[in-house]
């Protein structure tokens, strides 16, 4: 007895919610039938605030009828050229497909209608993700095209086959990958990396990202193998070749740098950029002869290049600095004397590099007693 007392009493305190809920349900409707969708979407989205009625299919089955409505008559606006906000025409979009898979969820029934529809739909959160781009809003512009690809994995769209049969899956994945990129978030940016290499029109700026990325993490093993990967694909793109000179120099791994320069200029022999490293490198590598041969090439195609002039000159000095202690001291000095011109060059080139050419030139001078611009550049020193 008391049992079912206490059931009575809470069909009694139940029945003015359900009340309420019913008569809010039947505004709504009300409102959609009218075209008041705004007013709709207000009163559907305060019941479900309340968790008791999450689950409650018919309240979603009439926020979706909302949400496109709204949709339907933001399209008819745009198509008459009427004022209407981009931005709230794709928010839209995005929110009408988040409510079709919710319901899916709740109302399997709904399915085949409901992805017919969002089907149609689906290209504007692709269009969607790049007018937020052009916008540069990279969070919300990364949802759009996540969402877009999302689809491919989605019960809702069981049968569609995206992955197999949208040739723009790769695209999104691209524009998600630049996205992540573009916040400096390493995980977004690598969440669609894979797919995003798929699309070869774009490769070299994916695998840039990824590159990055892995910069960011300091994945050093992984950022070193994407640089070789990204210049092995592309080895004329500007990202790639002195990055993967820089990690083989700072690690002192100069024959690998040479490998890599060797292929460079392999692909263009005359590269102003592929020349200075090798000159650069076989300095390094204390091959100076090499250097300074590959300094005058350098010398003879960019006469305005500073860098080969300094190379050439240093080359010179280190040469005759091996001499130095020896009884030549005619060759020593036939060596400065080739380093001097070099040097000399560098320094009208690049004034406000003191710190790069007085030293060496303090050292030529002093071994070919030249008093006057040896106090010159012995007062600039002491500066």
């Known amino acids: 007895m008391k049992q079912l007392i206490a059931t009575l ?23 959609i039938k009218s075209g008041k969708y705004d007013d709709a979407e207000r009163t559907l989205t305060n019941l479900l605030k309340d968790s008791a009625n999450r689950a409650n299919k018919r309240i979603w089955v009439a926020y979706y009828d909302a949400v496109r409505g709204k949709y339907e008559q933001g399209n008819e606006k745009m198509y008459l050229k009427q004022n209407y906000d981009t931005t709230t025409f794709f928010r839209n979009v995005r929110q009408m497909l988040s409510i079709a898979e919710t ?96 699309d070869s029109t774009k490769a070299d700026f994916t695998l840039l990202f990824i590159a990055e990325a892995r910069k960011w993490l300091h994945d050093d093993e992984l950022y070193l193998a994407t640089l070789q990967e990204g210049f092995r694909r592309y080895p004329t793109f500007h990202y790639f070749f002195p990055r993967l000179m820089d990690v083989y120099t700072n690690m002192g791994q100069y024959d690998k740098a040479l490998a890599v320069a060797d292929s460079a200029l392999a692909v263009n022999d005359s590269s102003e950029l592929f020349l200075f490293a090798k000159s650069t490198t076989l300095l390094r590598l204390e091959r100076y002869a090499e250097s300074i041969q590959y300094s ?46 070099f040097v000399e060059k560098y320094r009208e080139l690049m004034p406000d590099e003191q710190d790069k050419w007085a030293p060496v030139l303090y050292r030529i001078y002093l071994n070919l007693n030249m008093g006057k611009q040896f106090d010159e550049i012995d007062r600039l020193l002491k500066k």
């Open 9 to 31: 009493l809470l069909l009694l305190m139940n029945t003015p919610c359900l009340m309420a809920q019913k008569k809010e349900l039947s505004q709504a409707r009300s409102s």
């Open 103 to 198: 319901l899916d969820s709740l109302a399997p029934e709904y399915r085949k209608n409901h992805a017919e529809q969002q089907n149609g739909y689906r290209p504007n959160l692709f269009n969607g993700g790049t007018f937020l781009v052009r916008k540069g809003k990279w969070d919300d512009a990364f949802d759009y095209f996540e969402a877009y690809m999302d689809c491919a994995r989605q019960p809702l769209f069981a049968g569609y086959n995206y992955d197999i049969l949208d040739t723009r899956m790769k695209e999104a994945a691209y524009w998600a990958t630049y996205c992540g990129y573009k916040m400096n978030n390493p995980v977004l940016t690598l969440r669609y990396s894979k797919q995003a290499l798929k």
């Open 296 to 341: 005058e090439k350098l010398i003879e195609l960019y006469p305005d290049m500073a860098e080969p002039y300094f190379n050439a000159g240093s080359a010179y000095v280190n040469i005759a600095s091996a001499h130095e202690g020896a009884r030549d001291k005619k060759q020593m000095r036939q060596t400065y004397q080739k380093a001097l011109p």
